[in-house]
DNA sequence: GAATATAGGTCAACTTTATTGACCTAAGTG
DNA sequence: CACTTAGGTCAATAAAGTTGACCTATATTC
């Protein structure tokens, strides 16, 4: 690889840094004003996008250990965000979901990202979501070249 | 925004998320072997970047205490990457850059951040470089507009 | 039915990585 | 000379994570 080459790919460097470091400035912000953090906001996020879902997938997702995951789970359920139901299917899982109070709360939060990302595609066209996506799809899938 | 485009926009936060952390660790993988953090990472691709940046410049590009800054950055002058020398044009000013050893190690480390970018943007091609970066470029400018 | 495995919860000790505040020297600048 | 700036360092604290150990309840397997 020559020194121009390597020299453009540390610019994707350095964009992919302080792009993802001010995407999530906002909702940090915001998450501060309730008292939470950063963690809390990710499990908003998966649990509105997989309802129902389980402790442990929870925990597989966002790659956290079991006690990491318990004080801001448990704040989140205590605060009337999420409610923790056993499953039908089997009495030992607990399915998590949003609350009315908790759904508010995740759309908040997302929405700032969300819109960010909206108002970019929209000026720079459908195809511009596309290859964004691409590139980030490859980027998670090549894990699983080594 | 309708329900679907807002379910779209989720892929993409999704993407974001899992993509970041996808990227970081592989390099944090080889700093652990070296007994340094994501931090000293960050200093040597600035220094290596920005060669003769300033202490003061650094605090400022990474967005940390000075306190935060002062042990990796000592501990990597201490290791023989990083040299410190005071400014010819104030000495107060200490610039720092990379020893021999250093860029041998920050090349290590992003190498594998440069290849994996490199092989997605030869598969989709010159274009799809060009609209990732202009997309992330467009996430950091939005931060002002707030 | 007893043994074992799984899902989840909790306590404790510890580590890492950051924060803020205070204070220091050295070197420029008005 | 007074003041500011660049940088360094100590101390107390906070936050967010880790591992290990141990508990209950419920399924599953032999």
Known sequence: MDKKREEQLNETLMLFYF???TF???PDRI????????LHHRIL????RTPNISVHELLKTLEVSKQALHAP??????????????AE???RVRELCLTEKG???ERQLSNVQRGKMNAIFETMGPDSEETWKQVMKKIIDNEKDE
Do not use: C, W
């Not at 789970?73 to 056993?86: A, D, H, K, N």
């Open 103 to 105: 759904q508010k709360l």
């Open 24 to 26: 999530t400035n906002e």
């Open 89 to 91: 299917y089997d009495r």
């Open 45 to 48: 996020f998966f649990v509105a």
């Open 73 to 86: 789970m448990r704040q989140l359920i205590e605060m009337g965000y999420i409610t923790s139901e056993p």
């Open 31 to 38: 998450l501060e004003e309730h008292g939470i953090q950063r």
């Open 19 to 21: 792009a993802y470091r």
